[in-house]
């Protein structure tokens, strides 16, 4: 079996010392061969990566040695400390949205040095942050030259172009396609081969780019002021309204209001709807109106309880005048049913309605406060009853003497009242330091 020589090798320090002395009998103690030397003189010197600390001894590289060592234990635990934190506080740069671009910006700084030395993965997960996210940002940053995108369509090839986004826009605000939506424009576009692209990318960039479509309806005008009576008794509103009791039940509620003061003048409960609880509604309501000098007209809906031979009668006995609501007259019988909306929910909804016994207790007590308590915004405080009756001008009179001397002890209050920066005593400002604030009296 042939042995093979080992290859010898030689410091480079020593290689350099012949090339700059030019003995090649310089070091005769290690037997380099003269073969060795002329290929060190024929190559020239080689380059060498080296370092500085082969020039030290070795008691000072062990102390240089320790002293990295304790660094980076304590910058292992310093990091320690801090992951730790992040995963107690729970927090997640990809949970919340942070708006501010400087912020964005120092984290990517951040982590453009830290990827100099650990993976990117590494650094985001450090960081709690997503790389979905972390790209995002980086895209966002880099922007784009062209005026007509947001960012720089290489990021993502499968977007629209600025041209598609244009005929969208287009077809979007066009009046000869109003009459379409969305859905049906994006598959109109689809098969005249304007644009295609789904309903979902249509709604989205009609949400982010404020699109408006000219489907613009057009009411006819309404009057702001309903109907008015211009004193108390002229007209009446006459309504019914279905109240469901706990076990199933329903109850019928009459009532009429006056015009002119807002005042229930009577009101009925039923078990049934006919023409009964309208007939005995319109008779309470005629005995409370007579001796009135004019004709009063009667406001009701079209309902069968309302437009029957009975009803007929006792209005033309009673002398009341009938009328009904968007038939003969073009305003609707919405006074009635403001006053159904404030008892219900204001005032029956809140009790557990088990029989009719305990409704028209609650009935009869809500009625007398809206008559005789509750006063009206659009009287100036006064109460139905008191409009009803002509009872209510010198409330007006006192409540705005009330509000005029309210403000002049307010503003008496305020002027009077101190504290430690207004107070005119003190000029010193050492002493208005050393003086605790008062509170403002």
Known sequence: MQMTQSRRTYDHRIREAILETGDRELFPELGIPQSTIRSWVYRGLPDVVTSELVACDRDALISEIHAL????????AVVGLLVAMLRVSRNRLDDERYSDGEFKAVLLRAVERASKVLPLSSALRVLRLSASRYHSWRQVEAGCDLDDQPSCPRVRPMRLTSQEIESMRTLAESGDHRHMSLRALALHAQRIGKVVASPSTWYRMARRLAWRRPRRRLYPAKPKIGIRASAPGELLHVDVTI??????????????IDNYSRRIVSWSLEDRLGSGGTCRLLREAAFQLRGRS????VVTDAGCENVNADVDDLLEDEGLRHTLAQVDITFSNSMIEAFWRSLKHSW??????????SLRRLVDFYVRQHNEVMPHAAFEGQTPNEMYFGRGDAVVVKLAGKRISARDQRIEANRVAQCGVCNSDISSPALQLQRPRSRIS
């Open 243 to 256: 109240i469901r009791l706990l076990d199933g039940t329903r109850a019928y509620l009459h009532a009429a």
């Open 294 to 297: 004019r004709r009063t007209a």
């Open 69 to 76: 060592r304790q660094r980076t234990t304590l910058l292992a």
């Open 348 to 357: 029956l909804y809140l009790h557990s309605l088990e029989s009719i016994e």
